[in-house]
């Protein structure tokens, strides 16, 4: 069995490859900006295109049936959104959708695979930087076939934080989100970042360029690859409130180290969020 997922963890390297080479030619023309849940939750034909090249790619390799897969966009289309049991492919196509409309460096393939609700592998493929991130369970991280481990970094003031903003324009979580990001700058740490996609975020963790990524409202597709990724690299997950991570809650901190970790989530305050695996509701 164990070579069996080699295999499979091998070709969404060369997939994730294809997609980010996808991504790199999208003219002008196909960068037509579309919006999700809100003005500035944005999607484009090239996102829909790479993700149908993805998954068709997977069914062509694996077999029609033989795959469960929860894509961002088939989600967003009315797809269910369950990890199941049965080998499942989760895939975000273009992970920084905003910074690809806007030409903004950093944008990613993310592709994830699950066997009995535990991730497998995950290849984070950051196409404009020609970066390929990878790992598989139980057998080490890797950036461009060179290995990555997170930073040995124990002390918070020394330390660079990932924090991002989301989409999410409410003004009960803005003011939130500023006032957690507040109050972890004044620590003081060395810094607070954020590349705007979640996946890259995740990497850049695990090779030790900074010591910390938290984020409520991030999804399943968007951190599968990289939790595997950062696991692999010497780093922990967790949820924001010191708790066991959990794939579908749309909520997660990943650092180097539980000291880190546990000094970020003090100052997290937390608002709630709708399952990745929620019953859709019926509007
Ligand atoms: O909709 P996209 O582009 O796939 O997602 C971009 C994203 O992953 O990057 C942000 C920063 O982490 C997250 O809030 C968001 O989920
Ligand atoms: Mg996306």
């Known amino acids: ?36 849940s809100s003005s500035v939750d944005l999607v484009t034909k090239t996102d829909e295109r ?37 080998p499942t492919w989760i895939i975000d196509p273009v992970d920084g959708t905003t910074n690809f409309v806007h030409g903004f460096p950093f944008v990613a393939v993310s592709i994830a695979f699950a066997v009995n609700k535990e991730l497998e592998f995950g290849v984070v493929y950051s ?10 369970r139980g057998k080490g991280a890797f950036c461009n076939d060179e290995k990555i481990q997170v930073s040995d970094v124990k002390d918070i003031h020394k330390s660079i934080i990932i924090s991002e903003h989301g989409t999410d324009r409410s003004p009960e979580k803005v003011t939130k989100i500023f006032s957690t990001m507040q109050k972890i700058l004044c620590i003081p740490v060395h810094g607070l970042r954020g590349s705007g996609t979640a996946a890259t975020n995740m990497c850049l963790v695990a090779t030790g360029a900074v010591e910390a990524f938290f984020e409520i409202g991030i999804h399943c597709w968007d951190i599968a690859a ?20 959990d794939l579908m809650s749309r909520r997660m901190i990943v650092a180097n180290d539980k ?19 929620a019953p859709i509701q019926k509007h």
Request: negative net charge.
């Open 1 to 36: 069995v164990d070579d069996m997922w080699q295999k499979a963890y091998d070709f969404a390297v060369e997939v994730a490859r294809k997609a980010g080479e996808e991504i790199r030619k999208a003219g002008e023309s196909e960068i037509k900006v579309m919006t999700k």
């Open 226 to 245: 990289g939790a595997v990724i950062i696991q692999e690299a010497g780093g922990i997950l967790l949820d924001v409130d010191g708790g066991p991570f």
């Open 50 to 86: 790479v993700e149908k090249i993805i998954i068709g790619s997977l069914k062509e390799e694996f077999g029609e049936d033989a795959h469960c897969f929860i894509g961002e966009e088939s989600v967003e289309n009315g797809e269910p959104c369950i990890l199941s049991d049965k």
């Open 127 to 136: 196409c404009l930087e020609d970066k390929m991130y990878k790992a598989r």
């Open 259 to 277: 000291i880190i970790a546990r000094r970020i989530i003090q100052e997290i305050e937390i608002f709630p969020s709708l399952r990745d695996d």
